[in-house]
């Protein structure tokens, strides 16, 4: 009897690469961003132009970016990625933004203040720049991944929204910037792996989650892996992978 063949196994992964880890205004982490797959962006805080380039992967090779919300730490590293991308390469492939209501016109107001007019333009049209402003519950797909937005509580200014995007089987949610909520319950709930902003490491406070409100999500959804950003502090959460600038992970987690 001869040898029995087995055929390989197809092993994939979702790969996450950290950007920026940190809360606001954090002495020692970069502002909020991070990469899926060398083609997603979530959120756009971090100086992406050295960020990315630091990480091995092309200022050309994002094709989408998914903004939470428009507070600083998590856009203003949009405005150089754009106009040093439309530079750098005349031929550069399409960029799509997703964002909660209002993002065509924060984009354009971020652009005009970081470079005028004439080069907000040249990156718009170099980058075939296509925005789509989406509100809670909506589906849509990011770079050929199903993906959900969820509305968030954190700023009562401006819309702000969470996501959950599944790639190869996994579901990674992304909170953004996040007050407890059923929202954000729901958003956890329908994530395999979620990435969870932690602001707060004593005592709760507004606009943010703290330690003991991540826990207690990690308590209620036993079924999903949390890795945690926009630290305000490094001290660890037992059960939780703590995110660091520039830290790649693997996803599922084993």
């Known amino acids: 009897m001869g040898a029995l063949y087995c055929a390989p196994v197809s092993v994939t992964s979702v790969e996450i690469t950290f950007l920026g880890t940190g809360a606001a205004f954090s ?52 405005a150089a990625l754009m106009l040093g991308r439309a530079l750098h390469n005349e031929q550069t492939p399409p960029l799509t933004v997703y964002g909660p209501v209002g993002t065509t016109a924060y984009i354009r107001q971020l652009l005009d203040l970081a470079w005028g007019e004439d080069m907000r333009r040249l990156s718009w049209e170099r980058l075939h720049l296509t925005v789509q402003e989406l509100t809670g519950g909506t589906a849509f797909e990011a770079d050929g991944s199903r993906a959900t937005a969820f509305t968030m509580q954190h700023s009562r200014r401006m819309n702000c929204l969470g996501f959950t995007v599944e790639r190869d089987g996994v579901r990674l ?37 703290s330690r003991r409100e991540v826990e207690g999500l990690m308590e209620r959804h036993q079924s999903t892996r949390f ?28």
């Open 227 to 254: 890795i945690i950003t926009h630290r305000g502090s490094d001290a660890p959460v037992s059960g939780a992978v703590m995110a660091r600038d520039f830290l790649t992970l693997h996803l599922p987690l084993r």
């Open 173 to 209: 949610g992304y909170t953004g910037d996040a007050e407890m909520s059923p929202q954000l319950e729901a958003l956890v709930s329908a994530s395999d792996h979620v990435i969870t902003e932690m602001t707060y490491d004593a005592k709760p406070g507004e606009m943010h989650l």
């Open 27 to 78: 002495p020692d982490a970069y502002n909020a961003s991070i990469l899926v797959d060398g083609i997603i962006l979530l959120d756009a805080g971090a100086p992406l132009t050295v960020h990315l380039p630091r990480a091995g992967v092309s200022l050309d090779a994002p094709r989408c970016v998914l903004l939470s919300h428009f507070h600083a730490d998590h856009t203003f590293g949009l």
